[in-house]
């Protein structure tokens, strides 16, 4: 089996290795030449075997995909067939279906979790599409996935669309697993009683009902830095939590867990917190709650408090 692989970054490098290291032959395009087999799109379909083209395509979401697979639907044949292992929105996948479909190209999207440790543990896999696109492209899901049960790495989760929104799912968890254990973190830091705070989180790393690889990943940033101080407290959010928030709003389905870490890490990015400072002022007119003065430490109890501009009324 001999397939092409667009794109080389951590996520596609790796994916190259592991395919390679399960016997198949890969081709990789990517824009920079010292990482790329092939100089072009075009050169890199015209390396493979005829009949029947299998090209995975790992290049960021959005208008770089889109015009990637553009590009391939007018290089390939009837027959061929094309992956978006990306982190694509779910509702792009129609129109690129659709536009492969009308050259009798086949299309998957496939959803890929497993980050930079993918190589050596394998990847999730998260496929939408037809069956029989599937079973064709079976020997590259085997070779990437996890070793053990198939099931357990790998689904075809539906038709396409469908592996991208299992995906953009399976990320909005990851945004209120992070978030939970990142305030317990905090709330170990802050007593003081805690004198070994990743010890504490490594002793949970068995046996415990919170076990798990993200709380591992955690204990190991702690033992590399204590107290995280090389980093800023600055989080982004690749779009996947969005989308999945919007999808609750049209579906109704509550998720405020998955939301709150959303909005948490929006609250990450500002140096102060203008709906904060609304609150504070909001309690010192209704109530006449005590509010510190700008620029004041937030460690002073009522050190440098202002009067309230009212005398003290009863909440309401």
Known sequence: MHIGLVGLGRMGANMRTRIRAAGIEVSGYDPRPD??????????AGSLPSGGRIIWVMVPAGEVTHTVLTELSELL???????????????DDERHGEMFAARQIGYLDVGVSGGIWGVENGYGLMVGGAADDVARAMPIFDALRPEGPRDEGFVHAGPVGAGHYAKMVHNGIEYGLMQAYAEGYELLEAKGLITDVPGTLKAWSRGTVVRSWLLDLLVAA????????????????????????DEAIELAVPLPVISAALFARFSSRQGQSPAMKAVA????????????????????????????????????
């Open 281 to 316: 002022a909001l309690r010192q007119q209704f109530g006449g709650h005590a509010v510190r003065p700008a620029g004041s430490s937030s460690s002073t109890g009522g050190v440098g408090l202002s009067s309230p501009s009212a005398p003290p009324v009863a909440p309401a």
């Open 77 to 91: 044949a009837p027959g061929d067939l094309v992956l978006d292992g990306g982190n694509s929105y779910f509702a």
């Open 35 to 44: 990482v790329s087999d092939t100089a072009t799109l075009a050169e890199l």
């Open 222 to 245: 702690l033992e590399e830095d204590q107290d995280l101080s090389a980093i800023e407290d600055w989080v982004d959010d690749s779009g996947e939590g969005r989308w999945t928030v």
